[in-house]
Nanobody
C-alpha cells in the first residue's frame, strides 16, 4: 500500500506559478511510476503528467506541455509538479497518483483504470485575478 500526501496548492493570478509536492510512503519509492491528474468542477478527472519510476521519462497532456514540469526525488520519496504561466482553465483539484504495478512503463499511465492507481487526497489550485 502507498500513502500519498499532496501540498502546495493555493490561489494564484493568471500568469503566476505554483509548485505542487507529493510525499509518498509505504512502498519502495523507485518501484513505481507516478503522475498527476486534475478535476475541475463539473468535469471528469483528466491526466496531467507522469514520470517513470527512475525519473528518466516523462509525459504530459497537450494542454500543459511547455508550462508544467514533473520531477521526482527518489532520495526524498517526493514527486513535484512545477506549474508556470498558469491559466484560469488550470483551476482544479490536483491529485497525486502512483501506479500499483511494478516499474510499469508510463506509456500506459494516462489510460490506467482508477483502481490501478493509488491516490492522494487532492490539493486545490485556483487561478484567478
Amino acid at each position: 500500500q502507498v500513502q500519498l500526501v499532496e501540498s502546495g496548492g493555493g490561489l494564484v493570478q493568471p500568469g503566476g506559478s505554483l509548485r505542487l509536492s507529493c510525499a509518498a510512503s509505504g512502498r519502495t519509492f523507485d518501484t513505481y511510476a507516478m503522475g498527476w491528474f486534475r478535476q475541475a468542477p463539473g468535469k471528469e478527472r483528466e491526466f496531467v503528467a507522469a514520470i517513470s519510476w527512475g525519473g528518466g521519462m516523462t509525459a504530459y497532456a497537450d494542454s500543459v506541455k511547455g508550462r508544467f514540469t514533473i520531477s521526482r526525488d527518489n532520495a526524498k520519496n517526493t514527486m513535484y509538479l512545477q506549474m508556470v504561466s498558469l491559466k484560469p482553465e488550470d483551476t482544479a483539484v490536483y491529485y497525486c497518483s502512483a501506479d500499483k504495478g511494478f516499474r510499469r512503463s508510463i506509456t500506459f499511465f494516462p489510460r490506467l483504470e482508477y483502481d490501478s492507481l493509488h491516490w492522494g487526497q487532492g490539493t486545490q489550485v485556483t487561478v484567478s485575478s
